[in-house]
């Protein structure tokens, strides 16, 4: 892709040593009718040129709110950006004016969501909505956003591309319409790519294709990509790095051979112990008990601690901060050490 | 708790009976004088039978049929030909009393707990509806009872019986859902996609709850779900379903460690598995394409259009679900083997 007409952004030079994306800190809030909820609650991680990042974690655990205040797309009322920094480049994300994020939104950092159906206009052609992007962003006349929406559609394999550019989102199956929205958020070559749940809604077979499709297209453009998700399954297959997410923290953080090997953290022990596998007959699923907290009411100290089975005095009181393992490995347990020894057998 | 009316009880024998079940649902045309112009084939073809005791998983895409089957099975539907015995007596013959008994025997629990259950009745209303349409299944003044009993026995608290749905949580409405179901004390229960929307820890909690009731009370399951992982924990044999018809049954293990058919071999091979270290390891097969549309299957096999081994005489003939020589296990392949052959 090397004819785009898409004009660098001031900054396009990641600082000596700094990552591509980093966030420092985040603390997002809920303000409702009921009161406020706290849904982000300190999340810091990075993100280098090139690598895949999985975020996972439950529904409310916080992870789609994050990558929504990377974007600049929070629902504002009643999502509020309490504090923290959100650095590209070295740059504030956050103290930008709204001119300067939307340059950053689509060329810089591009986002495809998981219900294709809903994420599409459905009273305009595919090839319409791809070209848009460049129409607007990239100045292309009508013409040539038509010819370069066909050469997108092409690299996201939907055969016949020319010929179905002028159909519309429901004439398409599921698999193909996550194909559209992904060349959609190709359109202006983002070096960052996040993937909210790409592929929940689909089956089986089409999910690992669109798996393949994402991490192919990853390679070919050295981009980075932010794989959020709650599937332990899909994240093996793809992840470099994980960091996993609980009441809006994130509870452990590692590479993915050490944190599958051997969690270090409770919460994803439980996890890992409570899925089925396909590879693995007659075992016994041990379930982790309770419920998830209500973000209005996060229990004190270690958000975990009424389900966990390592709880201690000192969990209820203190909040654990990160411990280092090594190898880069962190988990915001009391015990860490002891989890982790006791999954390594 | 004692089952209605059967005399002897053993475990193993059948007791659900499914032969050759059809559904056909027309697309017509035309306001004033509608002409049929096709028909979505959503079930064509199918039978299996269900043992006493036992769990059958029905595995599929979506668009495969297993959701119309399990309506089909609550005389939710009315099939456009086949047959179905529920302990020797014709399910879809029966009606008036005699169908209020066979519905007794047989329930259901939905997908969606948050849509199954009226937001406007309490739990203790929701669970003991059942017993205002069959008087007999609770003695007069027990009806509380009852409920709380049930709420006991799904591990809720029997003193939320006054709560509206939303004061609970997913894993716990589908747990209300299970108590519904289980009020009128059946001996099958269809499970159509029971925990799919459920988060991971929570799901862990329905499964182990629901393998926990069937050892307690002997019940049998029809478990349609799409999550392979998921059907392999909990059932005893697996029918595999595509575009309407049962293209593989077996065993948990005839189906998961030798499947013969190659839309099992890709199902199987495209579940993704935890564990890192399995990535370059597994024999990935990839099917190109979506599953073509109900409303046109393919002639002959209809899995052909996305099949690697496909011959001529794939589109002529439709192979049989029998016994193939691979394996003793009924496959419908006219070239099913044990080891897949990767695609070229």
């Given at each position: 892709m090397t004819h785009s007409t898409v004009e660098p952004t001031p900054a396009s030079a990641t600082p000596e040593g700094g990552h591509l994306l980093e966030l420092r800190d985040l603390h997002v809030e809920f303000r409702t009718n009921e009161g406020v909820a706290q849904v982000i609650n300190g999340v810091s991680y990075h993100l280098d040129a090139g690598e895949t990042l999985a975020v996972l974690g439950e529904s409310g655990s916080g992870k789609s709110v994050t990558a929504q205040a990377i974007m600049g797309i929070l629902d504002t009322p009643p999502a509020f950006v309490r504090s923290g920094q959100i650095l590209y480049r070295g740059q504030d994300l956050l103290t930008q004016s709204e001119e300067q994020r939307r340059q950053v939104r689509g060329q810089e950092i591009a986002m495809i969501f998981q219900d294709a159906l809903s994420a599409l206009n459905p009273v305009f052609p595919v090839g319409w909505q791809i070209g848009e992007t460049l129409r607007q962003r990239a100045g292309m006349s009508r013409a040539d956003a038509r010819r370069r929406a066909i050469e997108l559609m092409d690299l996201v394999k939907i055969p016949g591309a020319a010929k179905r550019i002028g159909d519309y989102p429901h004439q398409f199956s599921g698999?193909?319409?996550?194909?559209?929205?992904?060349?959609?958020?190709?359109?202006?070559?983002?070096?960052?790519?996040?993937?909210?749940?790409?592929?929940?809604?689909?089956?089986?077979t089409v999910q690992a294709q669109i798996m393949d499709l994402l991490a192919d297209l990853r390679r070919e453009l050295n981009m980075a990509m932010i794989l959020i998700t709650h599937d332990l399954g899909v994240v093996a297959g793809v992840a470099d790095r994980i960091a996993v997410m609980y009441a809006g923290r994130i509870v452990e953080h590692a590479d993915v051979r050490s944190l599958y090997k051997a969690p270090a953290h409770p919460y994803t022990k439980g996890l890992l112990e409570s899925i089925p596998r396909l590879d693995v007959r007659g075992q016994e699923l041990s379930t982790i008990k309770?419920?998830?907290?209500?973000?209005?009411?996060?229990?004190?100290?270690?958000?975990?601690?009424?389900?966990?089975?390592?709880?201690?005095?000192?969990?209820?009181?203190?909040?654990?901060?990160?411990?280092?393992?090594?190898?880069?490995?962190?988990?915001?347990?009391?015990?860490a050490q002891e989890v982790r020894d006791d999954s390594a057998h | 708790m004692t089952a209605p009316t059967n005399s002897t009880k053993v475990r193993g024998e059948t007791i659900l009976s499914v032969d050759n079940l059809v559904k056909h649902f027309p697309i017509t045309q035309g306001v004033l004088f509608q002409r049929q112009v096709g028909a979505v084939k959503a079930v064509d073809g199918v039978s299996f039978e269900l043992r006493r005791g036992e769990t059958l998983g029905v595995v599929g895409e979506s668009g495969c049929g297993k959701s119309t089957l399990a309506r089909l099975l609550m005389r939710l539907e009315t099939p456009t030909s086949g047959g179905a015995t529920l302990e020797g007596r014709d399910l879809f013959k029966?009606?008036?009393?005699?169908?209020?008994?066979?519905?007794?025997?047989?329930?259901?629990?939905?997908?969606?707990?948050?849509?199954?259950?009226?937001?406007?009745?309490?739990?203790?209303?929701?669970?003991?509806?059942?017993?205002?349409?069959?008087?007999?299944?609770?003695?007069?003044?027990s009806k509380q009872k009852r409920v709380q009993e049930l709420l006991d026995l799904v591990g809720l608290n029997p003193e939320h019986i006054n709560r509206y749905p939303h004061q609970f949580s997913g894993g716990q409405r589908?747990?209300?859902?299970?108590a519904r179901a289980l009020a009128l004390k059946p001996e099958i229960i269809v499970c159509d996609e029971p925990v799919s929307a459920l988060d991971v820890s929570i799901q862990a909690q329905v499964i182990n709850l629901l393998k926990q009731l069937q050892g307690e009370l002997g019940l049998s399951y029809v478990f349609i779900a799409h999550d392979l992982s998921v059907v392999r924990h909990i059932a005893d044999r697996v029918a595999v379903m595509y575009l309407g018809r049962i293209v593989e049954i077996g065993t948990e293990d005839e189906i998961y460690e030798r499947a013969t058919h190659p839309y099992t071999q890709a199902l199987l091979s495209a579940v993704p598995v935890p564990d890192p270290e399995a990535?370059?390891?597994?024999?990935?097969?990839?099917?190109?394409?979506?599953?073509?549309?109900?409303?046109?299957?393919?002639?002959?096999?209809?899995?052909?259009?996305?099949?690697?081994?496909?011959?001529?005489?794939?589109?002529?003939?439709?192979?049989?679900?029998?016994?193939?020589?691979?394996?003793?296990?009924?496959?419908?392949?006219?070239?099913?083997?044990?080891?897949?052959?990767?695609?070229?």
């Open positions: 698999g193909m319409r996550q194909r559209v929205m992904i060349a959609m958020a190709l359109a202006l070559e983002p070096k960052v790519l996040i993937a909210d749940e790409p592929t929940t809604a689909l089956d089986v309770g419920l998830p907290p209500n973000l209005m009411h996060i229990p004190s100290g270690c958000p975990f601690h009424p389900r966990c089975p390592y709880v201690q005095q000192v969990c209820v009181d203190v909040v654990p901060h990160d411990l280092v393992l090594g190898d880069g490995r962190t988990s915001a347990c009391h015990f | 029966a009606s008036g009393g005699e169908l209020r008994r066979l519905r007794r025997n047989m329930q259901m629990v939905m997908q969606d707990p948050y849509t199954s259950l009226n937001p406007r009745m309490t739990v203790g209303d929701i669970i003991g509806e059942p017993f205002e349409i069959h008087p007999d299944a609770a003695p007069k003044g589908q747990r209300i859902g299970i990535r370059d390891q597994r024999n990935m097969i990839r099917l190109v394409g979506d599953v073509p549309s109900p409303a046109d299957p393919p002639s002959g096999c209809h899995f052909r259009t996305r099949c690697w081994k496909a011959q001529d005489i794939c589109a002529v003939e439709d192979p049989a679900t029998v016994p193939r020589a691979a394996d003793p296990h009924p496959s419908a392949c006219h070239f099913a083997e044990l080891r897949p052959t990767t695609p070229a």
